[in-house]
C-alpha cells in the first residue's frame, strides 16, 4: 500500500503508520522522493516514474525502517473446542446420504463459528492498537519538490495497516516534537481560535 503526494521543497511532512492485523504485526515503512517532477498529472505518468525511481545522494531521500506493533498483539488463545473424532460412516448404510449431508452441516457451523470469533478477535485488536498504541512516526524536510512516494508493505506475512501523509502546508502547524499535527490536533486548534 502506497500514498503519493507533492511536496514543495524544505516543505516539512511526518508519516504515521499503524499495523493493525496480521500474522505478524510487523511491516516495512519507506518514504522515497522526489520519484518524479511535480509536473507529472498523470497516474500512469507518475507509475513510471516511480518504477525507474532509483536516486541516492543529496537531493534525494531514501527512508526505510521496520515497524513492529507485536508488544500491542494479544496473547494467542488456545483452542476451546477438542477436534471431536466422528466415527466413520457405514458405506453399506441405506442413510448414508442424510448422515454425510448432516455431518457436512456440522462441520460447517464449526467454521462458520471459529471465522466469528476471529473476526471479532481481530476487530478488538484494531481497537487496542489505536486505542493503547502510538503510531510509527518519521519526519523529515523535501529536499526538493516533486512527488514523493510513501508505503507500508508486510515484512513476512500480509498486514492490515493504516497510514497518513501530513503536510505541513495543509495542517498548517507542527507539534512541540517538530511532528506535522494531526487532523484531529489542526481542528482542535482551529476550534481554540474560534473560541478566543
Known amino acids: ?12 511532512v511526518t508519516l504515521a503508520a499503524f499495523v493493525l492485523s496480521g500474522s505478524s504485526l510487523k511491516a516495512t515503512m519507506t518514504f522515497d522522493g522526489p520519484i518524479a517532477s511535480s509536473s507529472v498529472n498523470t497516474g500512469l505518468d507518475l507509475f513510471m516514474a516511480s518504477e525507474t525511481f532509483h536516486q541516492k545522494g543529496e537531493g534525494f531521500i531514501r527512508h526505510s525502517e521496520v515497524i513492529d506493533f507485536e508488544a ?18 457405514d458405506p453399506d448404510d441405506p442413510q448414508i446420504a442424510e448422515k454425510r449431508k448432516e455431518r457436512r452441516e456440522r462441520q460447517r457451523q ?7 470469533k476471529r473476526d471479532q478477535r481481530n476487530l478488538e485488536t484494531q481497537k487496542k492498537i489505536r486505542e493503547d498504541g502510538e503510531p510509527a512516526i518519521f519526519t523529515t524536510k523535501a529536499p526538493a519538490e516533486g512527488w514523493y512516494r510513501f508505503c507500508v508493505h508486510a515484512t513476512w506475512y500480509q498486514v492490515s495497516a493504516e497510514m497518513e501523509m501530513r503536510k505541513q502546508s495543509e ?16 481542528m482542535a486548534m482551529k476550534e481554540d481560535v474560534e473560541l478566543e
Do not use: H, I, R, W
Open 1 to 12: 500500500e502506497c500514498l503519493y503526494d507533492t511536496l514543495v521543497q524544505d516543505e516539512t
Open 110 to 116: 464449526k467454521f462458520l463459528e471459529a471465522k466469528a
Open 72 to 89: 500491542l498483539a494479544p496473547a494467542p488463545e488456545e483452542s476451546e473446542d477438542e477436534e471431536e473424532e466422528e466415527e466413520p460412516l
Open 171 to 186: 495542517m498548517g502547524a507542527l507539534d512541540s516534537a517538530g511532528n506535522v499535527v494531526s487532523v484531529e490536533e489542526s
